[in-house]
């Protein structure tokens, strides 16, 4: 049971069994957690209806190693009924039992890429310790941890975590390395992310309490998600420095960073570097490769590092063929992307919304909303739901063609399926609004989208004073300038040579030239 070898356990339980000896409520505890550790949620029910048919009453332990078995395998909802199970029939839930159910709210969390759903796992995490405290219960290190890895992932800001460590101090707990990773990994979602992780990893030599390879390569991640491949290698090098030594995920996280920064020239050089030291790239190090070429909008690069990838024994992966259909989208080749979405489907490999997110995407750039609505459908067809990204991209398709009416209409549908639109994806509808001339649509949305408490962006007032220009109403993009200072957003170049043609297109030099000036006396 100890080493989670349910089928040796169950050889021992048959052998006693057959022996004639009579077993206690311990002997089917044991079997239980045996089953239970080996992930085996039906088995461990199994055997706790066996605890009740021999006439036994199963016990805290009992129930906590079924709700292990649901926590380990990520269903939390299994967990939960489980525990709601043990509260009805009067068992005392012990510490490990609420441990394993907040284990389970934070392996739902990682294992999500939907920020909503990482954030009601968060919120259930934390419903759980308060659960816990109101039962008398004290929560330890391993509890505490559990929700500060969940929160993580929902993106808690440094202040919280800084919270979170106060409250633990307070309960007499001291957070540990893995508190520690927790909070850097946290700083991934912040638009600070490398000085708040390199602040955690200070605070950690602050506290005599010696950063591991794990922390470490967590600011490298932030470092990699940030494209800061300069402050990656040298973290890199302070592992080094450390006595630590750099594994292939300490490389791997270098190497994502140059391709965050659709950098090709640095992440190839970064592959020599990793072969010289004898570490043999993975997958994970060529889909870096193949995601850096389609940063850099290189079609045919991607596409050749998948070959590599093929010569090399290996098998691409989804992340691979998804990085080739983004590097076609980029170069406004759809048909090519479409190529490697089938390839992709041939081989078993779409499994989530963003592979059809980036096929979306690939029309949408081409302006060719009606195979980007067919790929909708498509999605819809296969039960995989949209996100923020598709509806923005078939928005973003729309208004290349100047469909107004239609880009509104995705707009309707994507808060009429509870995805609440962004500033992002007003800004598509105001752009289409704007390519068909519609100026009055395109304020009509800007009032929208301030009604809806979002605050417009530069590059919304931008694309509303396109709509003035394109108009020819220079008189309405100076009050919507104006709007901009009000509201103290500071109004860029583009703003102002937007300005500069609406007067031009009307043929007012006077007033063109003053804002040419007002440009240089900016300085911009």
Same mark, same amino acid.
Not at 40 to 49: P, V
Not at 201 to 218: K, T
Not at 387 to 401: D, E, F, N, Q
């Given at each position: 049971?100890?080493?989670?070898?349910?089928?040796?356990?169950?050889?021992?339980?048959?052998?006693?069994?057959?022996?004639?000896?009579?077993?206690?409520?311990?002997?089917?505890?044991?079997?239980?957690?045996?089953?239970?550790?080996?992930?085996?949620?039906?088995?461990?029910? %199994?055997?706790?209806?066996?605890?009740?048919?021999?006439?036994?009453?199963?016990?805290?332990?009992?129930?906590?190693?079924?709700?292990?078995?649901?926590?380990?395998?990520?269903?939390?909802?299994?967990?939960?009924?489980?525990?709601?199970?043990?509260?009805?029939?009067?068992?005392?839930?012990?510490?490990?039992?609420?441990? %394993?159910?907040?284990?389970?709210?934070?392996?739902?969390?990682?294992?999500?890429?939907?920020?909503?759903?990482?954030?009601?796992?968060?919120?259930?995490?934390?419903?759980?310790?308060?659960?816990?405290? %109101?039962?008398?219960?004290?929560?330890?290190?391993?509890?505490?941890?559990?929700?500060?890895?969940?929160?993580?992932?929902?993106?808690?800001?440094?202040?919280?975590?800084?919270?979170?460590?106060?409250?633990?101090?307070?309960?007499?707990?001291?957070?540990?390395?893995?508190?520690?990773?927790?909070?850097?990994?946290?700083?991934?979602?912040?638009?600070?992310?490398?000085?708040?992780?390199?602040?955690?990893?200070?605070?950690?030599?602050?506290?005599?309490?010696?950063?591991?390879?794990?922390?470490?390569?967590?600011?490298?991640?932030?470092?990699?998600?940030?494209?800061?491949?300069?402050?990656?290698?040298?973290?890199?090098?302070?592992?080094?420095?450390?006595?630590?030594?750099?594994?292939?995920?300490?490389?791997?996280?270098?190497?994502?960073?140059?391709?965050?920064?659709?950098?090709?020239?640095?992440?190839?050089?970064?592959?020599?570097?990793?072969?010289?030291?004898?570490?043999?790239?993975?997958?994970?190090?060529?889909?870096?490769?193949?995601?850096?070429?389609?940063?850099?909008?290189?079609?045919?690069?991607?596409?050749?590092?998948?070959?590599?990838?093929?010569?090399?024994?290996?098998?691409?992966?989804?992340?691979?063929?998804?990085?080739?259909?983004?590097?076609?989208?980029?170069?406004?080749?759809?048909?090519?992307?479409?190529?490697?979405?089938?390839?992709?489907?041939?081989?078993?490999?779409?499994?989530?919304?963003?592979?059809?997110?980036?096929?979306?995407?690939?029309?949408?750039?081409?302006?060719?909303?009606?195979?980007? %609505?067919?790929?909708?459908?498509?999605?819809?067809?296969?039960?995989?739901?949209?996100?923020?990204?598709?509806?923005?991209?078939?928005?973003?398709?729309?208004?290349?063609?100047?469909?107004?009416?239609?880009?509104?209409?995705?707009?309707?549908?994507?808060?009429?399926?509870?995805?609440?639109?962004?500033?992002?994806?007003?800004?598509?509808?105001?752009?289409?609004?704007?390519?068909?001339?519609?100026?009055?649509?395109?304020?009509?949305?800007?009032?929208?989208?301030?009604?809806?408490?979002?605050?417009?962006?530069?590059?919304?007032?931008?694309?509303?004073?396109?709509?003035?220009?394109?108009?020819?109403?220079?008189?309405?993009?100076?009050?919507?300038?104006?709007?901009?200072?009000?509201?103290?957003?500071?109004?860029?170049?583009?703003?102002?040579?937007?300005?500069?043609?609406?007067?031009?297109?009307?043929?007012?030099?006077?007033?063109?030239?003053?804002?040419?000036?007002?440009?240089?006396?900016?300085?911009?």
């Amino acid at each position: 049971a100890r080493a989670s070898d349910y089928q040796r356990a169950l050889l021992y339980f048959e052998k006693a069994s057959a022996a004639g000896v009579r077993f206690n409520t311990r002997t089917f505890g044991k079997i239980t957690n045996a089953a239970a550790g080996s992930g085996l949620m039906h088995e461990a029910e %199994e055997w706790l209806a066996n605890l009740r048919q021999a006439t036994f009453s199963p016990n805290n332990e009992q129930y906590g190693a079924v709700i292990k078995a649901y926590s380990r395998a990520g269903d939390i909802e299994g967990a939960k009924q489980c525990f709601a199970r043990m509260e009805i029939e009067g068992v005392t839930a012990g510490i490990e039992s609420y441990n %394993e159910v907040i284990h389970a709210c934070g392996f739902a969390g990682a294992a999500t890429e939907s920020a909503m759903e990482a954030d009601t796992a968060a919120k259930e995490a934390k419903g759980w310790l308060v659960h816990m405290q %109101e039962r008398l219960v004290e929560p330890d290190l391993f509890t505490y941890n559990s929700v500060l890895k969940t929160c993580a992932k929902a993106g808690a800001t440094a202040a919280e975590f800084q919270s979170w460590f106060a409250t633990m101090y307070r309960d007499a707990i001291t957070p540990d390395a893995i508190s520690y990773v927790a909070a850097i990994n946290a700083c991934s979602q912040s638009d600070s992310a490398i000085p708040q992780a390199e602040k955690w990893l200070s605070q950690m030599d602050a506290v005599a309490l010696e950063p591991h390879s794990v922390a470490i390569n967590s600011v490298i991640s932030s470092c990699a998600k940030a494209g800061d491949a300069q402050r990656a290698t040298h973290w890199l090098h302070q592992m080094e420095g450390r006595n630590l030594i750099p594994d292939l995920f300490s490389h791997n996280a270098v190497m994502d960073a140059f391709a965050t920064a659709g950098d090709t020239g640095g992440a190839e050089k970064w592959l020599q570097v990793m072969r010289a030291k004898g570490i043999v790239p993975d997958i994970v190090t060529y889909s870096a490769l193949i995601n850096a070429s389609a940063k850099a909008g290189d079609a045919a690069l991607a596409e050749e590092w998948i070959h590599v990838v093929e010569d090399a024994r290996l098998t691409p992966d989804a992340i691979s063929f998804t990085a080739v259909i983004r590097a076609c989208a980029k170069a406004c080749n759809p048909e090519r992307a479409e190529h490697w979405f089938l390839r992709m489907e041939k081989e078993g490999f779409v499994n989530s919304f963003i592979t059809y997110d980036a096929l979306i995407d690939a029309w949408a750039k081409a302006g060719k909303a009606a195979q980007a %609505e067919q790929c909708l459908l498509q999605m819809l067809r296969k039960s995989y739901d949209p996100s923020k990204v598709t509806y923005t991209a078939l928005i973003h398709s729309c208004a290349k063609g100047g469909d107004v009416e239609r880009a509104g209409g995705w707009l309707l549908k994507m808060d009429q399926r509870r995805l609440t639109p962004d500033v992002v994806s007003y800004n598509a509808v105001i752009d289409a609004c704007a390519k068909a001339g519609d100026l009055a649509g395109a304020e009509r949305w800007m009032n929208s989208m301030q009604q809806a408490h979002l605050i417009p962006s530069v590059p919304s007032y931008n694309t509303l004073l396109n709509a003035c220009a394109r108009t020819c109403k220079p008189v309405m993009a100076e009050h919507w300038l104006q709007e901009m200072t009000n509201h103290r957003i500071s109004a860029n170049v583009r703003s102002l040579n937007t300005l500069i043609n609406a007067y031009a297109k009307v043929g007012n030099q006077t007033a063109a030239e003053q804002w040419l000036l007002e440009i240089k006396k900016r300085g911009l």
